[in-house]
T-cell receptor
Framework: DAGVIQSPRHEVTEMGQEVTLRCKPI?????LFWYRQTMMRGLELLIYFNNNVPIDDSGMPEDRFSAKMPNASFSTLKIQPSEPRDSAVYFC?????????????FGSGTRLTVV | AQSVTQPDIHITVSEGASLELRCNYS??????LFWYVQSPGQGLQLLLKYFSGDTLVQGIKGFEAEFKRSQSSFNLRKPSVHWSDAAEYFC?????????????FGQGTTLQVKP
């Protein structure tokens, strides 16, 4: 099992550009979570999906952020337009439903820098 | 509302010394409790978890944690620290019932190990 795969590992972009972060969860996992990690705010849950359906997006900071899960093996987190304050490490995690809340497997994260 | 406090932002211990990382939570009932470890540039790895039963739980890498309801605490311990334990440690709580999947993380404690 390759684990949760995130791409890219690092992204540097200019303010105002669109950024798309990608996540491939572990096969068979029903839940997918997007977290953001910053020095100031620590780890924040942005949104999570169950069986590809968004369940709770209350952590999405603003309308510039959107997330999709078109199928069970792929999710994206998009920021448009990006701002310097979006600079953070974004983690994706997945879990099988019968292991909640203890089955989280995290990806290695995408370090986003907006200049 | 649920919250997690890790009072110590940074801790330094000598290799071979014992370790205790503090975690206090706020929740209306007994939550699910977790400790995760994050090595530099990596995602979070689950060390141990508590759901019910024995309040002293054993985890991987020689770690243990004790749930104390009266103190709303879930402190992580290790009798003898190894240099490879240097990392950031996160305490987290999950709501009951557990199938919402959401975890609330503390701000983290960075552990430095002196030779």
């Amino acid at each position: 099992d390759a684990g949760v795969i995130q791409s890219p590992r690092h992204e540097v972009t200019e303010m105002g550009q669109e950024v798309t972060l990608r996540c491939k969860p572990i096969s068979g996992h029903d839940y997918l979570f997007w977290y953001r990690q910053t020095m100031m705010r620590g780890l924040e849950l942005l949104i999570y999906f169950n069986n590809n359906v968004p369940i709770d997006d209350s952590g999405m900071p603003e309308d510039r952020f959107s997330a999709k899960m078109p199928n069970a093996s792929f999710s994206t987190l998009k920021i448009q337009p990006s701002e310097p304050r979006d600079s953070a490490v974004y983690f994706c995690a997945s879990s099988p439903m019968d292991s909640l809340p203890y089955g989280y497997t995290f990806g290695s994260g995408t370090r986003l820098t907006v200049v | 509302a649920q919250s997690v406090t890790q009072p110590d932002i940074h801790i330094t211990v000598s290799e071979g010394a014992s370790l205790e990382l503090r975690c206090n939570y706020s929740y209306g009932a007994t939550p699910y409790l977790f400790w995760y470890v994050q090595s530099p540039g990596q995602g979070l790895q689950l060390l141990l978890k508590y759901f019910s039963g024995d309040t002293l739980v054993q985890g991987i890498k020689g770690f243990e944690a004790e749930f104390k309801r009266s103190q709303s605490s879930f402190n992580l311990r290790k009798p003898s620290v190894h240099w490879s334990d240097a990392a950031e440690y996160f305490c987290a709580v999950g709501a009951r019932p557990g199938n919402t999947g959401k975890l609330i993380f503390g701000q983290g404690t960075t552990l430095q190990v002196k030779p």
